[in-house]
């Protein structure tokens, strides 16, 4: 049984260039979210996408954008990078309960 | 809101003697609760998690955590530490019965093991 998958492993961008990630939640669920996690700091909520729509949203700018496909597979886009931007991004399935995650390896950007 | 306070950014232990961790929230009424553990460069895993029912709660690697109501609290426990599990822990809340799906994680507890 697969558990979620998320591409690349790592990526290096520079100011105000724009990031594509992407997530492929684990057999079964159909729900995903998405955390930045800097450096020394617990991972904070960016989004959760459930039935290819925005179902709850953090405490983030409109830099940061989602999209859900079909099949359930989900990207995290990110528009004019800024230095802070820099961290590791983690993807989480789940069930549409949502309570219990299932978190991938992320995904660490760095942003030159 | 959700809230969560981990005591103690960095613990070191002995290989061999207990392991604990201190997590207290802050909620409008009990929520779920969660211990994920990060080893480096890695996402997170799943220790254990309280829903509802027995309030002392066993995970995996022998790890167990004890919800108390009363104190907020949702410490986590080892009884023997084992060098594998130098790592770093989060405590983590989810809300009951709203529309609020998110996991609101603590700061972090870096643990190191001496030999």
């Known amino acids: 049984d697969a558990g979620v998958t998320q591409s690349p492993t790592h990526l290096i961008k520079t100011r105000g260039q724009q990031v594509t990630l992407r997530c492929s939640p684990k057999s079964g669920h159909d729900t995903v979210s998405w955390y930045q996690q800097a450096l020394g700091q617990g991972p904070q909520f960016i989004f959760q996408y459930y039935e290819e729509e925005e179902r709850q949203r953090g405490n983030f700018p409109d830099r940061f954008s989602g999209h859900q496909f079909p099949n359930y597979s989900s990207e995290l886009n990110v528009n004019a990078l800024l230095l802070g931007d820099s961290a590791l991004y983690l993807c989480?399935?789940?069930?549409?309960?949502?309570?219990?995650?299932?978190f991938g390896p992320g995904t660490r950007l760095t942003v030159l | 809101a959700q809230s969560v306070t981990q005591l103690g950014s960095h613990v070191s232990v002995s290989e061999g003697a207990l392991v604990l961790l201190r997590c207290n929230y802050s909620?409008?009424?009990?929520?779920?609760l969660f211990w994920y553990v990060q080893y480096p460069n890695q996402g997170l895993q799943l220790l254990l998690k309280?829903?509802?029912?027995?309030?002392l709660v066993k995970g995996i690697n022998g790890f167990e955590a004890e919800f108390k109501k009363s104190e907020t609290s949702f410490h986590l426990t080892k009884p023997s530490a084992h060098m594998s599990d130098a790592a770093e822990y989060f405590c983590a809340v989810s809300e009951v019965g709203s529309n609020d799906y998110k996991l609101s994680f603590g700061a972090g507890t870096t643990v190191t093991v001496r030999a």
């Open positions: 309280y829903t509802t029912g027995a309030t």
């Open positions: 909620s409008s009424v009990p929520p779920y």
């Open positions: 989480a399935s789940s069930l549409p309960s949502g309570y219990e995650q299932f």
